[in-house]
């Protein structure tokens, strides 16, 4: 019996955050099977069993043990960690210990020690990457995935109050509203939307037209990932590759991914890896 076939995964999910795609990604890539529970954005009734708060949440049952993983980065890596070097996922989550600190603004937070880093001894190192620098390079582009690209994300979605409108239709049509909630998220969601996007913009230093660091971003990533290898992974995506990919494909079917794909040189690269994500045979 293989390693991911003794998991039974339900990941709990926006189905339009970053983060939660991202995670998707992942499994769809691994061949991980996984139920899906959509969590209301309003009342998140569905997490209420959850003190950690934030989507996405992964529960993972195997054999009689049921553990949650939390973050987006640290279920990547916990799985990942757990399928190279089979040891046990309880085991494994506790190298990504939970640490709460207070941010800038004074509020508590929960980070996550060791996130990017998989834990493996120097033989199923070796078979995973071609060398230090690989391993590295792929720690250090997850973190500007999850540091940088996804802060461009919303003021992007947002930018003008048409985009605003459009990218909180879809929030309500792919999510789970109920029918006054819906019609109200995308009323309220997308005039509130589009007056944050506006704080985002400054907070993160973007340009003013932040379609600009968008383009710039992903021209940045084209050419880490160089021209003499498909991915950053090589032959294959690596976890990087994975997360780029998973950031950006929020945004396909509005207007900032149709610019993205026109006015950068990123959509050979995101055209492979969603290949080579549809080419996986699908989980049993």
């Known amino acids: 019996m293989s390693l991911s076939s003794r998991l ?8 339009t955050c970053p983060f939660c795609s991202k995670v998707r990604a ?3 890539f691994h061949a991980l099977p996984y139920e899906i529970v959509e969590v209301n954005p309003v009342l998140r009734t569905e ?3 959850s003190s950690y708060r934030k989507v996405p949440i992964l529960m993972v049952q195997e054999g009689d043990s049921l553990k949650q993983l939390n973050d987006s ?4 890596s916990a799985l990942k960690t757990y399928l190279v070097s089979g040891q046990p996922l309880e085991e494994v989550i506790t190298y990504y210990p939970p640490m709460k600190s ?5 509020k508590e937070v929960t980070e996550f020690c060791n ?3 998989l834990m493996l001894d120097e033989k199923e190192a070796r078979q995973m990457y071609a060398g230090k620098e690989a391993r590295t390079e792929e720690m250090k582009w997850r973190q500007w995935a999850d540091d940088w690209l996804v802060h461009l994300i919303s003021p992007n979605v947002y930018r003008t109050p048409a985009e605003a409108l459009a ?3 879809y929030i309500v049509r792919e999510g789970k509203f109920g029918a006054v909630e819906g019609a109200m998220a995308k009323y309220v969601g997308a005039a509130a939307m589009y007056l944050i996007s506006k704080r985002l913009k400054s907070r993160h230093h973007l340009q003013d037209d932040v379609r600009e660091d968008l383009y710039e971003a992903a021209n940045k990533w084209v050419a880490a990932v160089g021209k003499d290898r498909p991915f950053m992974g090589g032959q294959k995506p690596n976890l990087a590759d994975l997360a780029v990919y998973g950031v950006l494909r929020v945004m396909e079917g509005l207007e900032a ?3 993205l794909m026109q006015h950068s040189r990123i959509q050979p690269w995101y055209l492979r890896v969603e290949e080579a994500i549809a080419q996986v045979p699908p989980a049993h």
């Open 102 to 106: 207070m941010n800038d603004q004074g």
């Open 47 to 49: 997490i209420k069993f």
């Open 73 to 76: 980065s640290v279920i990547i």
């Open 26 to 28: 992942f499994l769809d």
């Open 167 to 169: 990218s909180f239709d």
């Open 8 to 15: 039974q995964l339900t990941l709990y999910q926006y189905k």
């Open 257 to 259: 991914f149709d610019d």
């Open 115 to 117: 996130k990017y880093w």
